[in-house]
């Protein structure tokens, strides 16, 4: 390659370079941004800045804002966001923190998505240490009333639709251990503690001697589409202790949650 043609290269990288920064500055000015004000932002003279926006302009990105001056994003920018996260694999995603958490604590590791009234498992990873091997299972649907992930969808449903849950699944709520919540006011008590505390504990009301930590994993737009979970023996849990389990599980359901948008 030539000077002449390195020479090019280098000042084509350095313009799309500019580009994008002026798209990254206007995506925090919904309403547009002056142009004096993005050449302050982007560390550009106004010449330069003025150049970078008719290109983008012409390209389909930005476009002229309400105001005298002013330019902001235009929808071509939300359709490639919104076909970027249509196109998301979210086990390849999710697969590498799970597989740290399940190393790290040597434990059962689950990942569930909602599907309306229940929970369904869609990654299961077996104990690396711990003996005990739980019966949840791939495509496993879990009511979501006596699991940890059920509790953590049900707590961060936005339109806080426990009295319709209540009310179409009573049939399905049935005592299955001593400590099994089977009320709507216990419910609504437990909810309201999974919000505050951040995460959801099945404190072996599933099943007795199984215990189950549960986070939210957080999408762009804030919703819990999936949580992840820890299954494993109480008598287990006891010896390791929770708080040391949940600093690993909300590591991984925070790092998740963030490569998702969150």
């Not at 190393?103 to 009234?117: A, F, I, K, P, Q």
């Not at 309201?192 to 994993?217: F, H, Q, S, W």
Request: one cysteine or more.
């Amino acid at each position: 390659m030539t000077n002449e043609e390195q020479n090019k290269k280098a000042g084509g990288n350095q313009s799309l370079v500019k580009g994008l920064l002026l798209i990254d500055i206007l995506s925090n000015f919904p309403n547009g941004c002056p142009l004096a004000k993005l050449a302050e932002l982007s560390n550009l003279n106004k010449s330069t800045t003025h150049r970078m926006l008719q290109t983008l302009q012409a390209c389909g990105y930005v476009k002229p804002a309400n105001t005298v001056g002013a330019y902001r994003l235009t929808m071509k920018c939300l359709m490639i966001g919104q076909k970027t996260l249509s196109s998301l694999n979210i086990l390849n995603i999710t697969a590498p923190y799970l597989e740290q958490l399940n190393l790290d604590t040597g434990e059962t590791v689950n990942l569930s998505m909602r599907d309306h009234h229940h929970a369904v498992m869609i990654y299961k990873l077996e104990p690396t240490t711990g003996m005990m091997r739980t019966r949840a299972y791939i495509g496993q649907r879990l009511e979501l009333y006596c699991s940890a992930m059920g509790k953590i969808f049900m707590a961060h449903e936005k339109s806080h639709s426990l009295d319709d849950y209540w009310e179409k699944n009573q049939s399905n709520i049935e005592q299955l251990t001593p400590k099994t919540i089977v009320t709507q006011e216990a419910m609504n008590i437990e909810l309201e503690k999974i919000r505050e505390i951040g995460y959801a504990m099945d404190n072996e009301e599933n099943e007795r001697g199984v215990t189950c930590l549960a986070c939210p994993i957080f999408d762009i737009n804030g919703n819990v589409a999936y949580s992840v979970s820890i299954s494993l023996s109480t008598a287990r849990l006891n010896q390791i202790g929770k708080e040391v389990l949940l600093h690993h599980l909300k590591l991984a359901a925070n790092a998740i949650s963030k490569e998702l948008g969150a």
